[in-house]
């Protein structure tokens, strides 16, 4: 039919349930099944068709439903269980913060991305929902935080396989009208817009509200009349378009969202950038400074001294770096109105990097956001590790284990993806307030406690539903691809419950390796078809768009599920989503994981079928080097480094059979009880992971370790106009224009062989070249099989330092001498980015 407009009918609530709206505009549902079942209850059907939306589900359920439930007093009871649930967790004033952080001062979050629940598809895997968890435990621990992003309202996108397994891309536009946001409201009423100028356009930018428990998360959308239509598509694709998009696209999210906070008077000291895409931030927050008179590097440290940036892959892909042509086509005008120069503005953001064979100069976001921050951390242990080094060219002569990046191992919201089953069945054991203190990890030992019966009940269950959930999935896919019946009926049969299940869910770029797993067929069918110990597999994962490598992957997996030997025990599953993502980490037995190491900064799905007792099988990469423990799960491959990618992959490959075969299978069908047992395992799975990987950990540590520091540091260089990021600004730059002309050499008188205990003279000259002595840090080094040691040379009076150096322990020393401009207040010995070795 023709359509000549659209209205919204809102649904009328009974007075008794009436608080159900106001329920579904708050993602505390998303946590909490006993919500979600009140709005699936209303009509089961609607609430799947509609991805699980209470605000959907609320408009297309007929008033005679409505009604009738309110007359419901077995309902009713269930609905004022949750609505009492709700209300004191809104109005709880005895948060974690409010305990152990009263001093912080406001967060403001930002990020390109996040993943809250399927029914809000502006998220595109791993660094979304990591996003999303990160808002919701800075609810539960009761945080002044306050998160930016954008509202893209064709989403990510839906994926679809043809006949033949290949991914194909369906674009859905998103009814703003149905969703659990609101417009976002100034203090006078109105709804709130900003303005931002993308090349030589002014662009209105509408603000949407989304509450997220106790915080709110504001949501940027260019969708409105006003624009043009190129500029209304600025907010229809997440990771879509080309690099002129993107750059765009990143514009919008860090001025925009700087603009939208001060629109809404919200207040931010400490502010976190998610990853390199909202860099630019850094610009709109230095302008604000400008314009009350600052001179441009005072404005730099101001700015940088109050910002934390999480870097998130190793990845060159992960790493946005644009020319500057380009860069001049959007930022032209930026260098104006920071009142400096394009060569200085742009020299905090410049990588040399090869293009076409040539080095040449680009704006990298991510070498923008480590300059304008002055913290900045990795997402593991080993992925801090790999960003030291890969970052190092940016503090010229300091060693790798110096570079000022530090980590904070992710997590995931364990109430998010645990099931209601196992959060019922863990009731039985932990204590009433647990769900506050998830990331006490003497709580978890009471997990012992359960017995064998009880964890293989749940999970059998959380098994059954997954693949109910599989075979319904599948035969939707059959159907829409005009399949044959006996391939529809076929779909009963997929998957079979007592077979021990393993599940593979993620993003398909290609150093994941999805298809490690087939690099010996005939070895992997003897495993799958073993006639007493069969083994069987799911896989999901969306691939880029533009990724062909990836999408090769899906097909390839997706055609040998068809082979004979494969049939029904290997599965891939369409439309990879958060829906997709908590079956799967719920139901399957064992997760599975193997990157190519050490390209996983993190990965977090592993965590998550942990929180369900589903033992981590993965390479020691990301977080499963430190969360593996030789009880709770099982290693692929060695941790090692490999010069031949083939040799690594021939590697891993014959580790995963061989675990496969000897351990996993045989400890999956041996004997159910005593130690060693199944149990045993699934007990251990979720009592080290649930507290050390959950999100709540994670928040506490940037609290900790970031939050709390920096917003000290950054009150400290702003107060009194900025007075004192005034004169570091200063000393840096009279300390780099002399730097060049300053001196150092040195001499240590060093025996052959000594003693441990035994010191060794070492002495310096230096000629500071006007920089106050006291301003030089010089030092020896000692290099210890990798590892540093410095010792401080004292000053002699002329330039003179010098000192005797102990060499405390056994082995082979390198020795060193060098010198670096430090004074009080600096973030970080390196700093001032200077270096000179004798």
Known sequence: MNVIGKVTVLPQLPGSIARLSELAYNLYWSWTPHAQALYETLDPSLWERFQRNPVRTLLEVPQARLQAVAADPAYLARYAQVMKDFDAYMGKADTWASRKAPGLKPVAYFSMEYGFHESLPIYSGGLGVLAGDHCKSASDLGLPFTAVGMLFHQGYFRQLFDKDGWQNEAYDELDLTTLPITPARTAGGEEARVQVRIGDREVQVRVWNLNVGRIRVLLLDTNVPENSEDDRKLTARLYGGNQELRVQQYVLLGVAGIRALRALNIPGEVYHM??????????????EYVAQGLEFRTAVETVAASTLFTTHTPVPAGNDAFGYDLMDRYLGKWPGLLNTTRDELYALARHEQLWDGHLVPTFSMTVFALNMSRAANGVSELHGEVSRDMWKFLYEGAEPEEVPIGHVTNGAHNLTFTSQAMRDLLSTVLPADWTERLEDEAMWAAVEGLSDEQ???VQRDMKREMIAFVRARVREQKLRNGASAADVAATGTLLDENTVTIGFARRFATYK???????????????VNHPERPVQFVFAGKAHPADNPGKAFIQEIYRMSQEPEFRGKIVILENYDMNVARHLVQGVD????????????????GMKASFNGSPNFSVLDGWWREGYD??????IGEEREYADLNVQDDADAYSLYQTLETEIAPRYYGTPTGENSWADT???AIQTVSPRFSMQRQVIDYVQGYYLPIGERGAELAENSSARAREIAGWKGWVRQQWNYTTLTAQAQLPATTQPGQTVPVSAQVNPAGINLNELRVEAVLNRGGHLTRFPLKSQGDGRFSADVPLNESGLYSVGVRMLPVIEGLSNDLEAGLMKWA
């Open 274 to 287: 998610n990853e390199g895409h909202a860099a630019l931030l850094g610009l709109e927050r230095m302008r």
């Open 590 to 605: 064992i997760w599975l994981n193997n990157p190519r190491r050490p390209l996983e900064a993190s990965g977090t799905s």
């Open 455 to 457: 964890l293989r009940d």
């Open 513 to 527: 390796r999805a298809t490690l797993l087939f690099r010996d067929r005939e070895r992997l069918s003897r495993i």
């Open 682 to 684: 699934v007990r251990r």
């Open 630 to 635: 030789g009880t709770n799960g099982w290693p």
